[in-house]
């Protein structure tokens, strides 16, 4: 199954919470809006000035203004300015009445007490206005959208310290392996360290989506069962390992003797074939392949966009050398943008179980099963690794 198929299959299976929580807002980065926000203060809350300056009245400035006062954010006192005469301001001070321009300090020249004029000064200059930014009931961000850093600032801008967030799926994480030991444990020459599932939770934590680890499952059916068993109050459980085919493969057999049904058996994809998908109820179960480049990518094109439309940050370049890849499949090349043109890593040869070729690239590149070749100096579109 391609991946477009397959990311559409688990569409039509997966049903999200719809339900809602309210978090403090240092914890909503990534987070779905559940309601409409609307704002509660102008912004700016009154007339100020855009930078350090002189407060005036543009029609007086044939004549030198004399300073009377200081102006200083956080002053309460309002100020009033007479005919020719002006305010030294600060940036965020509140503007004096009579003044409808700020002169910047640099530009002017000060003799004494009083301040001429630039000869480029225009009416307004500097002048921030209440509520130009931002009107009292105006929809600030509607329900739906994720919470990116702007949006926090906006919200914490208008004194909002808690806000109600759509609830995400719980997400279980397993790997999969006798030969898998945990990176604070010493490895003998025969043990591989557990790379898979912090890559896996780092990959979710990019989206703003939390995860559990839940440790590592061995190669025993009852094992296999009792671990998924464990998991049953997740929305999603993720296990690497366990998905090629073989004579110590449990995965298939425990899924069918816990009533899960298969969604798709393989992705016609290199790297990341062997990746399937199960769902129950609603709930949904991915073994991801044990090669560390396999299961990163399979996470990142399934998973991600799964939880999270617009999840990837797409660049068009240039190909910088002719590529050949095995058509009947999508093909994944690993590489990096240099001057406007990809360059694939280590000329696009890698093996699934790399993690440096991953390490060393920014970008993929992913070709359509049709293509067999990818010319040089040809428009691509790329896809760069979170």
Same mark, same amino acid.
């Given at each position: 199954?391609?991946? !477009?198929? +397959? =990311?559409?299959?688990?569409?039509? /299976? *997966?049903?999200? %919470? #719809? ?6 807002? &240092? ?20 007339? !100020?000035? +855009? =930078?350090?300056?002189?407060?005036? /009245? *543009?029609?007086? %400035? #044939? ?6 006062? &200081? ?316």
């Amino acid at each position: 199954m391609l991946v !477009n198929e +397959a =990311l559409g299959a688990l569409k039509a /299976k *997966f049903k999200p %919470k #719809n339900e809602s929580e309210i978090l403090p807002l &240092s914890d909503t980065l990534g987070k779905t809006l559940a309601n409409d926000v609307m704002a509660v203060k102008d912004l700016p809350c009154f007339d !100020n000035s +855009a =930078l350090d300056g002189f407060a005036v /009245k *543009f029609d007086e %400035k #044939n004549k030198p203004y004399k300073i009377i006062a &200081s102006a200083f954010a956080g002053d309460k006192e309002q100020l009033i300015i007479g005919k020719n005469e002006c305010i030294k301001i600060m940036t965020g001070a509140k503007m004096p009445k009579g003044a409808d321009t700020v002169m910047r300090f640099e530009d002017c020249i000060v003799e004494s007490e009083f301040v001429k004029a630039p000869e480029k000064l225009k009416k307004g200059d500097a002048y921030r206005f209440k509520g130009e930014e931002a009107k009292i009931g105006e929809i600030l961000l509607k329900s739906g959208e994720i919470l990116n850093t702007r949006s926090v600032m906006m919200l914490a801008a208008q004194g909002i310290s808690f806000i109600d967030v759509k609830k995400q799926p719980s997400i279980a994480v397993y790997s999969s392996g006798n030969e898998i030991i945990e990176p604070w444990q010493r490895a003998s020459e025969d043990e591989i360290y557990n790379a898979n599932a912090f890559g896996i939770t780092a990959l979710l934590s990019s989206i703003g989506q939390k995860s559990s680890y839940l440790g590592i499952i061995k190669d025993e059916l009852s094992a296999v069962k009792q671990a998924f068993l464990n998991a049953t109050n997740y929305d999603i459980i993720i296990c690497s390992g366990g998905a090629s085919a073989g004579e110590a493969d449990f995965m298939k057999i425990a899924m069918s003797e816990l009533g899960y049904s298969e969604i798709f058996s393989h992705l016609d994809i290199r790297p990341g074939r062997p990746c399937k998908a199960y769902e129950k109820g609603g709930k949904l179960v991915f073994v991801l392949p044990g090669n560390p480049m396999a299961a990163y990518l399979c996470l990142m094109m399934l998973v991600l966009p799964l939880l999270k439309n617009e999840c990837f940050v797409t660049q068009k370049a240039i190909n910088g050398e002719n590529l050949k890849v095995k058509s009947g499949r999508a093909n994944v090349v690993f590489g990096n943008v240099v001057d406007g043109k990809f360059i694939a890593t280590n000329g696009g040869k890698y093996g699934s179980g790399m993690i440096n070729h991953i390490l060393k690239s920014d970008f993929v590149l992913i070709t359509s099963p049709d293509q067999s070749e990818i010319s040089q100096n040809s428009e691509i579109s790329l896809i760069k690794l979170p």
